[in-house]
């Protein structure tokens, strides 16, 4: 049978409850995982420790495999770390403080067998705010072509909700940090251009936790070097055009330099312009949803 190991990292800044939260999302799988590869990205309180004791006894899911960063290096070194580790044909991303669909592995499983040609495979996903704000929707194109294309000009893709053939994974050498908190663009950059195709399951598989503080952090001078840096790499190795170098710069520089309240409002209107404010229950996301315009 194909296999799935879950990816997923913590660190000493994670609340316990929302560990406890994400990994029982993994553990109550209508297809469970061969393997979940927890990366401690630094020491932990006693409290996040509890939690993986827990489940380390919890027999749900074969094998829990702990691995233990000596210092707190990123998430694109711990990611690394743990995908050394992952005995699965597929490894899926799973962030610390995220909450999976019951049938998530199920679905992207299953487009996965029957469909040998496509390495990478995501979802739609809704972002929730623990402060009450509105739910915000993220959706994107479902098809290779149109993937790469809106790629060009930003990131479209939700990485925790990435389900990838652990074996393409590696042979594009995992993740890389030199673009600060990039490193899922530019993962999913790499692998187009080393000729992976991608399908986006147009179906809300994933809960995404988000805050102010992490819109927040997407802006300041250091966040725009790094995005500057990050496009000019790829106009060079020819991913970007000259055209769309330049817009997209321009773009996210305004973008970058506007305020935080601003700067949620715009990323609403990137998504899919649309918020809920009922949130629903945590083990149900809804499924009804239909396709997207390519």
């Not at 044909?89 to 469909?115: C, G, K, V, W």
């Not at 195709?197 to 805050?211: A, E, G």
Request: aromatic share 8%; hydrophobic share 40%.
């Amino acid at each position: 049978m194909d296999t799935v190991s879950i990816l997923m990292s913590t660190y000493a800044s994670e609340l316990a409850h929302n560990l406890d939260q994400a990994l029982e999302t993994i553990y109550a799988q209508s297809v469970v995982p061969v393997q979940v590869v927890l990366v401690l990205d630094g020491p932990v309180a006693g409290d996040q420790e509890q939690v993986i004791s827990r489940f380390a006894r919890d027999r749900r899911v074969p094998r829990l495999t702990i691995v233990r960063l000596p210092k707190n290096g990123g998430l694109a070194a711990a990611l690394n770390a743990g995908l050394a580790h992952c005995i699965g044909e597929f490894t899926a991303r799973m962030d610390s403080d995220d909450l999976s669909a019951p049938d998530r592995i199920d679905l992207q499983l299953n487009y996965a067998r029957h469909h040998p040609n496509i390495d990478v495979i995501t979802s739609w996903t809704e972002e929730f705010f623990d402060d009450g704000s509105p739910c915000q929707l993220k959706v994107s194109p479902i098809r290779h072509d149109a993937v790469v294309q809106a790629l060009r000009w930003r990131n479209i893709l939700v990485h925790p909700s990435l389900f990838i053939r652990t074996e393409t994974l590696r042979r594009v050498g995992g993740y890389r940090g030199r673009f600060g908190l990039l490193e899922d663009y530019d993962l999913f950059v790499r692998l187009a251009m080393a000729g992976a195709t991608f399908h986006v399951i147009p179906k809300f598989l994933l809960r995404m936790r988000s805050s102010m503080a992490q819109r927040e952090r997407r802006g300041g001078v250091a966040y725009l070097l790094n995005e500057i840096r990050f496009r000019a790499e790829w106009h060079r190795a020819g991913f970007l055009n000259t055209y769309q170098f330049i817009a997209s710069t321009i773009i996210y520089v305004a973008f970058r330099a506007v305020s935080p309240w601003l700067r949620r409002r715009l990323y609403v209107l990137a998504r899919t312009g649309r918020e809920t404010s009922k949130q629903p229950p945590l083990t149900r996301l809804p499924h009804n949803a239909g396709t997207v315009s390519q």
